[in-house]
Each structure stands twice: as structure tokens, then as C-alpha cells.
Nanobody, 116 residues
Framework: QVQLVESGGGLVQPGGSLRLSCTAS????????MGWYRQAPGKQRELVAT???????NYAGSVKGRFTISRDNAKNTVYLQMNSLKPDDTAVYYC??????????WGQGTQVTVSS
């Protein structure tokens, strides 16, 4: 049974930082492209960042230079370091595991709220 468990969300002031973690089980983690997506109220889910098994990364333009995605294959964990947070970053953040040849897996989501 595949599980993706996110943690690290919370309330932070504008300009602050958070680090999200997602630990996977039930998959060969190193084979998967891992990603973070987010969904704000009333909006569609959108890509935040992805990291391939090769460790190459891709970022949405709105977070480039502020967010950093990384992975630790030994711990089956992907991270999202979020700096210089803005109110527009407020959303539920979801972890995603995609092998490219089957339906991707999703975590349950973690809430990030940026507010003073």
C-alpha cells in the first residue's frame, strides 16, 4: 500500500520560512519523480516544483528563487524549503509521486497559511 505523508505546514508571517516534508512508503522511491503541488481556495491545483530521480528540478515561475525542492532517497523523503513567503502562497500543499507510466500517487495535503 502506497502512502505519502506530508508534514511541516502551519501559520507563518509574510517573509517567513517553512520546510515541508513528504515521506513515502510502498514505492521504490528513487524511481519516482517527486513533486509538490498546491491548491488555494477557489483555485485549481497547480504545480509548485518537481524533482526527478536524476535530481533535476523544475519550478513554477511564481516560486522560483524562493522555494527549493530536494530529496533524500535513503529516507524516502522529499522536501520543500519555502523562503520569503507571501500571502499568495497560502494553500494546501500536496506531495506527488509519479513514475510516468501509471497514475501518480498523492498525499493528503498540509495547510500553509501566510498571514500577519
Amino acid at each position: 500500500q502506497v502512502q505519502l505523508v506530508e508534514s511541516g505546514g502551519g501559520l507563518v508571517q509574510p517573509g517567513g520560512s517553512l520546510r515541508l516534508s513528504c515521506t513515502a512508503s510502498g514505492i521504490i522511491f528513487s524511481f519516482y519523480t517527486m513533486g509538490w503541488y498546491r491548491q488555494a481556495p477557489g483555485k485549481q491545483r497547480e504545480l509548485v516544483a518537481t524533482i526527478r530521480s536524476s535530481a533535476s528540478t523544475n519550478y513554477a515561475g511564481s516560486v522560483k528563487g524562493r522555494f527549493t525542492i530536494s530529496r533524500d532517497n535513503a529516507k524516502n523523503t522529499v522536501y520543500l524549503q519555502m523562503n520569503s513567503l507571501k500571502p499568495d502562497d497560502t494553500a494546501v500543499y500536496y506531495c506527488n509521486a509519479d513514475a510516468g507510466y501509471s497514475n501518480p500517487y498523492w498525499g493528503q495535503g498540509t495547510q500553509v497559511t501566510v498571514s500577519s
